[in-house]
């Protein structure tokens, strides 16, 4: 289902830059000298001052992604991350400094950054992905994935389709940091983070992002490695340059599936690199049906005037979102009106902090029959300017 005419601003401004670049400062030889060799693509910066681009995890990798991008030119980059630094961010990541200690980190990055790369307009959000309305997203040209988390990297797939961008997501590798691993996702024409899972893992993954049941409450921890700024500043610096690499290879291409890569690299031992494409997997559930994306009328707007303004049944949310839990300390009953996977892993009893939480009544879709249909949207704890899935059926089935 093609959206872009339902995007203004966003896919829309994608194709007018597309047309305006797409000639000869980048792939394509302007002189008449031999063009370079096949796979060769120049990273011209007069074309990377001209990108916005989407940093998502200001840990270690994302340190050294963004270093790369100020060294480069690019023109904007919003970078989100949801976490304060912490003093043991300080011997792995380039940009935070003691003082840093206790502040949000996608803020405390971008102030180092302003300094040391000020041709580039640099911005901040302290959120997870799943939470950065997807409207932020609609002057987007690449997101860079930069977590450690596999959740992380489903929501961001999910936000490369639903707003057909490319992702190139990286990762350093378990169990010991000597190993990273850069992929490249085209958007509607390639695989996702998703396809590329085992049935298994994905139905786990999918399971701990969609439960609208009580689930394991997965805490996770970064290892400390001495090895991560290495493999940080390798694996960060690839995933920049093969990452814009393949995008302006995929601006310039006009074929109906783009192939997903993986780059891999070991730097143990046996040092090793490979590197190998993936298909869409028939079995992906994001690639189902890629939805039809609404903005509210208005910014109080509820589910019910966003369906009366469409026409349609059934407002579908991205992720759950919990708007009854329990303190199973001490019975307090409230309405955290949060995702469920961000209550899962920050959520505390507003009486006692306690993290023993039972959700009680999870929210995956909205109808004219929701006991929540007149509450604004922004209330239940949806991002400003987010856009919305509405389908025409009833509510019932579910991705
Ligand atoms: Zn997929
Ligand atoms: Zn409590």
Not at 330 to 337: D, E, L, M
């Amino acid at each position: 289902m093609d959206t872009t005419s339902r995007l203004p601003g966003s896919l829309a401004t994608k194709t007018r830059f597309s047309g305006r670049q797409a000639g000869p400062s980048l792939s394509a030889p302007t002189s008449p000298e031999a063009p370079p060799p096949a796979g060769e693509t120049h990273l011209d910066r007069a074309a990377l001052s001209q990108l916005n681009l989407v940093v998502v995890g200001a840990g270690a990798l994302g340190n050294e992604v963004v270093k790369t991008l100020g060294l480069l030119g690019a023109g904007s980059v919003l970078i989100v991350d949801p976490d304060i630094v912490e003093k043991s961010n300080l011997s792995r990541s380039a940009f935070f400094r003691a003082r840093d200690c206790g502040r949000p980190k996608a803020l405390a990055l971008i102030e180092a950054l302003a300094q040391a790369f000020p041709e580039t307009r640099w911005q901040s959000r302290q959120c997870e992905i799943a939470d950065l309305g997807l409207g932020e997203l609609a002057h987007c040209h690449l997101l860079m994935s930069c977590v450690d988390s596999d959740i992380a990297r489903v929501e961001i797939a999910w936000a490369g389709l639903a707003m057909n961008l490319p992702v190139v997501d990286a990762g350093l590798g378990a169990p010991n940091h000597w190993h990273g691993r850069i992929s490249f996702f085209a958007g509607h024409r390639s695989a996702c983070f998703c396809c590329k899972l085992s049935p298994r893992r994905r139905q786990q993954i999918l399971f701990m992002a969609h439960a609208t049941a009580q689930s394991c409450w997965g805490a996770h921890q970064a290892q400390l490695l001495a090895s991560t700024p290495t493999m940080a500043a390798i694996t960060g610096s690839l995933q920049v340059e093969l990452g814009l690499r393949s995008f302006f290879e995929l601006r310039q291409s006009s074929g109906k599936e783009f192939l997903s890569w993986t780059f891999e690299a070991s730097f143990g031992p046996d040092p090793e690199t490979r590197r190998f494409s993936t298909p869409r997997s028939p079995h992906c559930p994001l690639h189902v049906s890629i939805p039809e994306l609404r903005p509210l009328p208005h910014a109080q707007a509820s589910a019910r005037e966003l369906l009366d303004s469409t026409g349609l049944a059934t407002v579908e949310l991205d992720w759950p979102i919990c708007v009854y839990a329990g303190c199973l300390d001490c019975g307090t009953v409230w309405q955290p009106r949060r995702r469920v996977a961000w209550l899962r892993r920050y959520g505390a009893c507003p009486q006692c902090r306690g993290r023993h939480i039972l959700e009680k009544e999870n929210l995956n879709c909205l109808d004219r029959d929701s006991s929540w249909a007149d509450t604004p949207l922004i209330d239940l704890g949806l991002p400003d300017r987010h856009l919305y899935t509405v389908r025409p059926s009833q509510a019932g089935e579910r991705k």
